[in-house]
């Protein structure tokens, strides 16, 4: 198996990792390395937050890491919370207090069900011993339900619902979230890269 550091201490984010690069990856995150400081989300994009993880924890131990960053823009909210959707109730905020914010928000601003268009974003940025190989990105478009739904998965899903579904990633079985959703789209593209690292160059 390849070994792939993540830098991350998210365990649902390194679940769905696992899940999505399959068998041939030895999928490992930053849980058992305490030493390690993942920087602060301080860039203006998803991408440049995702390529700072990753550069700052590459480990030599490590041939190839990943830092990812993904997050809810609703487009009511001029695209808010966007990539401070983990810190959006305040820091260290939880799950519960970033969906009351933005349900609050939509509410204050009288924003209608048919008007709470939204999208799932998620940047991943490849490195090995500091070199930046690529970055991958997926999204998922959907709208803001009017209340949280379903105890499945985890951040903004229960009140995310995907264009041409009726229920939120809440309420959705991971397999079923896992073959729609922006983090698998992304992921998709990552392991069609490192696959393709791992193939032999014709005429060798």
Not at 5 to 26: I, P, Q, S, Y
Not at 82 to 104: H, P, Q, T, W
């Amino acid at each position: 198996m390849q070994p792939l550091l993540v830098a991350t201490r998210n365990a649902n984010k390194t679940r769905e990792f696992r899940a999505l690069l399959g068998k041939d990856f030895d999928v490992h995150d930053l849980s058992s390395f305490d030493q390690i400081a993942i920087p602060k989300e301080s860039g203006h994009t998803f991408e440049e937050n995702a390529i700072a993880k990753a550069m700052a924890v590459a480990q030599d131990r490590y041939l190839l890491v990943v830092g990812e960053d993904s997050g809810l823009e609703v487009d009511a909210l001029d695209r808010a919370p966007g990539v401070f959707s983990a810190r959006y109730g305040g820091e260290d905020a939880s799950d519960k207090e970033n969906i009351d914010k933005l349900l609050g928000e939509l509410t204050r601003r009288n924003v209608p069900l048919d008007r709470r268009s939204a999208r799932f974003r998620c940047d991943i940025a490849l490195v090995r011993e500091g070199q930046l190989l690529g970055t991958f990105e997926g999204i998922v478009e959907g709208s803001i339900a009017d209340h949280p739904r379903g105890s499945l998965g985890f951040g903004y899903d229960p009140i995310f619902i995907p264009n041409g579904l009726d229920q939120t990633f809440g309420e959705l079985p991971a397999d079923t979230k896992n073959k729609i959703s922006h983090r698998s789209k992304a992921i998709a593209a990552l392991r069609a890269a490192l696959n393709k690292m791992k193939r032999p160059s014709e005429g060798t």
